[in-house]
């Protein structure tokens, strides 16, 4: 009997020891929400809420900030976190809305990760409001991407052009760190474009988007469910599209005469048949340029080589200033998310979780409907704006508010 006892003993003292090995280990984050230097608006807000993503779990802790200090912290399970947060500050009628990010912060042990906050550029005017890139498959399994479309939204409460508004996207996928960076590390003032980049055309007033309408660019202006070069499991019909971007100079492009052309301003690839964005997700940015588009182009100082490569292939480099709206979209793989746009257009990212050639969009959700216009959200945070894995809806608008 006296044996068993102690066999028992000893079976619970390994079962708990095995036990005690297998717990994670955790550690106390703490993150301070900083003000860029030079601004005096008062403190971070109470209730401003700080969102932390395990990079290996996907686990999102919400943390909210109390007693003015801007400071939270928390009590978290060993890993790598992200972290994203935006808010607004009120001064009069004026209104500051504010964003942060942390990236790939490693926590093993107590830790301070202090988020630098930056002023968001933009708060009203044009946004990208959807954007279609995923794909689809075609009823013999084939890859379909003909039917990808961008949706630029007037958010605003005036009528505003869509004349000289141009479109493109960053170079460099987001599967590697982004190495358009100066020598010290810091983000370059202006942001490199690859493949086409496309302007719509006109004098200044010529293609009025009153509020709460919107403009779609189609890769191809067609109704990609019923047209014979289309495939009868798209989920659009793009035949109406306001845009279309008809690659000319290839001689392989169709071009679809019911939808006008944007102009194209320049290319990295003369031999690309479609603006294809990647069914993987690219970034994407809708900017303005000062000065015509002939002019800008045409001028060397206005390009770049990859930093690091010895290819010759010059990129458009187009200053963060022009930039009216950008969306960072990453790959679903946590491991090749890595971001392109600088936290004052974009502090997070959006993806696709359904995959390549899943027929489903990313759209931002409606923040406010007021007399059934939508007024959607834009914190300048992706993380916070945009919902993912959504049916296309090309120029249909929610009816409720989304969170």
Same mark, same amino acid.
């Given at each position: 009997?006296?044996?068993?006892?102690?066999?028992?003993?000893?079976?619970?003292?390994?079962?708990?020891?095995?036990?005690?090995?297998?717990?994670?280990?955790?550690?106390?984050?703490?993150?301070?929400?900083?003000?860029?230097?030079?601004?005096?608006?008062?403190?971070?807000?109470?209730?401003?809420?700080?969102?932390?993503?395990?990079?290996?779990?996907?686990?999102?802790?919400?943390?909210?900030?109390?007693?003015?200090?801007?400071?939270?912290?928390?009590?978290?399970?060993?890993?790598?976190?992200?972290?994203?947060?935006?808010? &607004?500050?009120?001064?009069?009628?004026? %209104?500051?809305? =504010?964003? $942060?990010?942390? !990236?790939?912060?490693?926590? /093993?042990?107590? *830790?301070?990760?202090?988020?630098?906050?930056?002023?968001?550029?933009? &708060?009203?005017?044009?946004?990208?409001? %959807?954007?279609? =890139?995923? $794909?689809?498959? !075609?009823?013999?399994?084939? /890859?379909?991407? *003909?039917?990808?479309?961008?949706?630029?939204?007037?958010?605003?409460?005036?009528?505003?052009?869509?004349?000289?508004?141009?479109?493109?996207?960053?170079?460099? !996928?987001?599967?590697?760190?982004?190495?358009?960076?100066?020598?010290?590390?810091?983000?370059?003032?202006?942001?490199?474009?690859?493949?086409?980049?496309?302007?719509?055309?006109?004098?200044?007033?010529?293609?009025?988007?009153?509020?709460?309408?919107?403009?779609?660019?189609?890769?191809?202006?067609?109704?990609?469910?019923?047209?014979?070069?289309?495939?009868?499991?798209?989920?659009?019909?793009?035949?109406?599209?306001?845009?279309?971007?008809?690659?000319?100079?290839?001689?392989?492009?169709?071009?679809?005469?019911?939808?006008?052309?944007?102009?194209?301003?320049?290319?990295?690839?003369?031999?690309?048949?479609?603006?294809?964005?990647?069914?993987?997700?690219?970034?994407?940015?809708?900017?303005?340029?000062?000065?015509?588009?002939?002019?800008?182009?045409?001028?060397?100082?206005?390009?770049?080589?990859?930093?690091?490569?010895?290819?010759?292939?010059?990129?458009?480099?187009?200053?963060?200033?022009?930039?009216?709206?950008?969306?960072?979209?990453?790959?679903?793989?946590?491991?090749?998310?890595?971001?392109?746009?600088?936290?004052?257009?974009?502090?997070?990212?959006?993806?696709?979780?359904?995959?390549?050639?899943?027929?489903?969009?990313?759209?931002?959700?409606?923040?406010?409907?007021?007399?059934?216009?939508?007024?959607?959200?834009?914190?300048?945070?992706?993380?916070?704006?945009?919902?993912?894995?959504?049916?296309?809806?090309?120029?249909?608008?929610?009816?409720?508010?989304?969170?």
């Amino acid at each position: 009997m006296k044996k068993q006892v102690i066999i028992s003993i000893l079976f619970l003292v390994i079962f708990a020891f095995s036990c005690k090995k297998n717990v994670t280990p955790t550690y106390t984050l703490t993150v301070p929400l900083t003000f860029p230097s030079g601004f005096t608006l008062g403190g971070v807000p109470d209730g401003t809420e700080v969102k932390l993503i395990n990079s290996l779990t996907g686990r999102e802790t919400i943390l909210i900030t109390t007693g003015g200090t801007g400071i939270v912290s928390s009590v978290l399970t060993e890993g790598s976190y992200d972290g994203s947060c935006s808010f &607004t500050v009120k001064v009069g009628t004026d %209104e500051y809305v =504010f964003n $942060g990010v942390l !990236t790939k912060v490693l926590l /093993s042990k107590d *830790s301070s990760a202090p988020m630098t906050l930056t002023l968001a550029k933009n &708060t009203g005017g044009f946004i990208i409001k %959807e954007i279609y =890139f995923s $794909g689809s498959k !075609t009823s013999d399994a084939k /890859s379909y991407y *003909s039917d990808q479309f961008h949706e630029i939204y007037n958010n605003s409460n005036e009528t505003l052009y869509a004349d000289g508004l141009c479109i493109a996207f960053l170079e460099q !996928t987001p599967s590697a760190p982004n190495v358009w960076v100066n020598a010290d590390g810091s983000a370059m003032t202006s942001l490199p474009t690859t493949f086409q980049q496309w302007i719509i055309p006109g004098t200044g007033k010529e293609h009025p988007v009153l509020p709460g309408k919107s403009i779609v660019i189609a890769q191809d202006g067609i109704d990609h469910k019923t047209d014979p070069n289309g495939n009868s499991l798209s989920p659009v019909n793009l035949a109406k599209a306001d845009w279309e971007s008809y690659v000319a100079a290839s001689g392989k492009d169709t071009d679809s005469p019911g939808v006008p052309n944007m102009t194209l301003m320049y290319t990295t690839s003369t031999s690309m048949v479609d603006w294809l964005h990647s069914v993987f997700g690219y970034a994407e940015i809708i900017f303005r340029l000062p000065v015509p588009w002939e002019q800008f182009v045409a001028n060397p100082a206005n390009f770049k080589t990859k930093p690091g490569s010895t290819s010759a292939t010059q990129y458009l480099m187009i200053p963060v200033s022009y930039v009216i709206d950008g969306v960072e979209i990453v790959y679903p793989d946590e491991a090749k998310r890595n971001k392109r746009l600088p936290a004052s257009i974009d502090a997070g990212y959006t993806w696709i979780d359904g995959g390549t050639y899943c027929s489903k969009s990313i759209r931002r959700k409606a923040k406010l409907v007021v007399d059934g216009r939508v007024i959607y959200k834009d914190t300048n945070n992706s993380n916070n704006d945009f919902l993912h894995d959504l049916v296309p809806t090309p120029w249909v608008n929610p009816t409720t508010v989304e969170n």
